[in-house]
């Protein structure tokens, strides 16, 4: 556009700008979070963010060598996204996800394969608490991550290629 370019670094909310929520929509909210395991790209990460906060989702988790939003790439991709959507960081994926069924999180795996039931075919958005795992993309999903899935979710894909970049596969699966 050929006009000054400027980056916007942290924004505060002000309450005239909060979105006004009754009570019942309090009460229908749901907690969902994202859980991002072994990501290694930093545009990738600030991507899923940005979609994090664009779907309404509460948390992300971002664990092992998943960069954080204290890495440049990830915020300069997340366009501010991480001051909205809360973050962690957690080196163990496979015990955060424990920890969180314990809680009553229904964990959720977005990975195609075995066992795995199409996007759109599934009961989760039932559930109160929900969080999404996403793996790498060239390894998928830890197999010991999997086993603490209630569920696994596949995206049916026409093509010869049988997957879609993570970022965008999240926002599809967010959807």
């Known amino acids: 556009c050929l006009g000054e370019t400027q980056a ?6 002000s309450e ?21 395991d072994n990501i290694r790209s930093a545009w990738n990460v600030g991507s899923i963010l940005r979609s994090a906060d664009g779907f309404g989702f509460t948390h992300a ?21 991480e001051d909205f959507v809360t973050w962690s960081y957690h080196k163990d994926a496979v015990k955060l996800a424990a920890g969180l069924k314990k809680e009553g999180w229904r ?17 989760s958005s039932n559930h109160e608490k929900s969080v999404l795992v996403l793996g790498s993309e060239v390894t998928g999903v830890d197999p ?31 959807y």
């Open 8 to 13: 916007v670094l942290k924004r505060e909310i």
């Open 16 to 36: 005239q700008e909060k979105p006004e929520t009754s009570k019942e929509d309090a009460k229908e909210e749901k907690m969902i979070a994202v859980l991002v």
């Open 61 to 81: 988790y971002l664990c092992g060598i998943s960069p954080t939003p204290e890495n440049e790439a990830v915020t300069k991709t997340s366009l501010g996204a």
């Open 107 to 123: 964990v959720i795996a977005l990975e195609e394969g075995e066992g795995a039931k199409e996007l759109g075919k599934s009961s």
């Open 144 to 174: 010991e991550l999997l086993a603490h899935c209630d569920e696994i979710l596949s995206i049916p894909m026409r093509g010869q290629k049988r997957s879609l970049n993570v970022a965008i596969a999240f926002s599809v699966a967010a």
